[in-house]
DNA sequence: CGGCATCCTTACAGATACTG
DNA sequence: CAGTATCTGTAAGGATGCCG
């Protein structure tokens, strides 16, 4: 294969690779999530909702539900009366956590860039 | 202050500044706009369209203006007959490189996880 | 407390056709 | 080629209320 191939192969495979990455994480709430369980280890349901501006329970347990399939976080109901329910990132969804703090990191530079200008 | 309190008001900070680099990158397609564009120098609306599988010409349009105002990508018309449209990255959308990188090693272990288990 | 069911409204986004 | 215009369906997502 010549090296101008090779390039588009790569290309192309790392740009699915993306779309993989953003399919997981789609929808404006997914990364707020995680980025709000993962400064603890546990995290109660009612935590997250105060913690992530502007989300409906009705949203975030639909998100919490997609997070779960793919892996990412764990869900343990906890006791009785009033019930309690702890989410916690797995070991694969905590490999986000540097994905987390570049985007923590080029947000404030961002606002930085937009604002300051 | 208190460390309960500085932890938690640096953690806010940090979610909201997470939130904003979300903001900017919303919707399914920006992210993988701007990896089609961050491998070459310029890259034309059609080659994009191209790279970009399942976008239409209106959302390409509608995304690639919006990436425009947030100063991430840069538009210039080049010639006539046929025209022929350059897309670039700014400074500041040549910062996200690293997110990119990330998301596509990210991506790839997600598919080996998701599938391979 | 941690949801789910329902209703409802928007915005997202596809298909198609058209223009400079 | 690089879009814009219009028309349309779908689904995201908010509000409210109910339940174990």
Known sequence: MCPAEDFQE????????????????NGKWKISIISSICYYDK?????ILND?????????????KELEINQLVKRTVIGTQPITV??????HGRTLQTII??????????????VGE
């Open 10 to 25: 790569k290309r192309k495979k790392k740009m699915r690779a993306v779309q993989d990455s953003m399919d997981v994480l």
């Open 43 to 47: 995290r109660r349901f009612s935590d």
């Open 52 to 64: 992530v501006i502007g989300i409906s329970n009705r949203m975030l347990s639909k998100e919490l």
């Open 86 to 91: 702890q989410y916690e990132l797995t070991e």
């Open 101 to 114: 703090n570049n985007l923590t990191d080029w947000g404030i530079t961002h606002r930085k860039k937009i």
